[in-house]
C-alpha cells in the first residue's frame, strides 16, 4: 500500500497513542494555551519510540527478519524502533527480549512499553510495542504486515504474557 493510504491511519493512531500517553481523550478538539502540548507532555524518548514504530506500519513480515527494507518479523521490529529511537540494543528473540526492563501490570501500561504473547503455545513467543488506549503495534505473521492491534480483542486477551518497560518515562 503507498505510504499515502497509511498516512491517514498512521496520524490518527499517533493522536490516540498520544492521548492515552497524556491522559487527554481522542476527541477533545481544543487545549488551553497555557497547556503544554500533547508532544511536550509526552517523554523524547516515548515520542521517539513511537514515532519510530509508526513509520514501520506496512513494512511485510519476513521470519528472523531485522531490517525494515527486506521486512521484519516482531522481535525484529522491537530491536529495529528501540535501536533507531532509544539507542538501545535489545535481544534478537521475543522470549529473550522478555527478561529485559522491568515487569509492568497491564493497568500501569505505558506507550512503548513492551507487550508479550503467546501464539506459537509457548510463552513469550510473540512482542509488540505498546502505542496507548490498549493497542499495540506488532509484525504479525507472514503474509501480513507491520499493522496496529487492540488488545482488547478475545485473541489477544487470551494470549497476554505480560509486559516489560525498557526505558524510563
Given at each position: 500500500?503507498?505510504?499515502?493510504?497509511?498516512?491517514?491511519?498512521?496520524?490518527?493512531?499517533?493522536?490516540?497513542?498520544l492521548a492515552?500517553?497524556?491522559?487527554?481523550?481522542a476527541d477533545?478538539?481544543?487545549?488551553p494555551?497555557?497547556e503544554p502540548?500533547?508532544l511536550?507532555?509526552?517523554?523524547?524518548?516515548?515520542?521517539?519510540l513511537i514515532?519510530?514504530?509508526?513509520?514501520?506500519?506496512?513494512?511485510?513480515?519476513?521470519f528472523?527478519?531485522?531490517?525494515?527494507?527486506s521486512?521484519?518479523d516482531?522481535s525484529?521490529?522491537v530491536?529495529?524502533?528501540?535501536r533507531?529511537?532509544?539507542?538501545?540494543?535489545?535481544?534478537?528473540t521475543?522470549?529473550?527480549?522478555?527478561?529485559?526492563?522491568?515487569?509492568?501490570?497491564?493497568k500501569?501500561?505505558?506507550?512503548?512499553?513492551?507487550v508479550?504473547?503467546?501464539?506459537?503455545?509457548?510463552?513469550?513467543?510473540?512482542?509488540?510495542?505498546?502505542?496507548?488506549d490498549?493497542?499495540?503495534?506488532?509484525?504479525?505473521?507472514?503474509?501480513a504486515?507491520?499493522?496496529?492491534?487492540d488488545?482488547?480483542?478475545?485473541?489477544?486477551?487470551k494470549?497476554?504474557?505480560?509486559?516489560?518497560r525498557v526505558?524510563e518515562?
Open positions: 500500500m503507498p505510504f499515502c493510504h497509511r498516512l491517514v491511519p498512521l496520524l490518527a493512531a499517533l493522536g490516540l497513542a492515552a500517553a497524556t491522559g487527554a481523550h477533545e478538539q481544543t487545549v494555551a497555557a502540548s500533547l511536550e507532555r509526552y517523554t523524547n524518548t516515548a515520542q521517539d514515532l519510530k514504530s509508526l513509520e514501520l506500519v506496512g513494512i511485510n513480515y519476513r528472523g527478519g531485522a531490517d525494515p527494507d521486512g521484519l516482531c525484529g521490529l530491536q529495529v524502533v528501540f533507531d529511537a532509544a539507542g538501545l540494543f535489545l535481544p534478537r521475543a522470549r529473550e527480549q522478555s527478561q529485559v526492563g522491568e515487569r509492568v501490570d497491564v500501569d501500561l505505558q506507550p512503548g512499553d513492551l508479550f504473547f503467546n501464539t506459537m503455545r509457548r510463552a513469550f513467543s510473540h512482542v509488540g510495542i505498546y502505542l496507548g490498549s493497542r499495540f503495534l506488532h509484525a504479525p505473521r507472514k503474509g504486515e507491520v499493522r496496529i492491534e488488545m482488547r480483542q478475545s485473541y489477544w486477551v494470549r497476554y504474557n505480560g509486559a516489560r526505558v518515562k
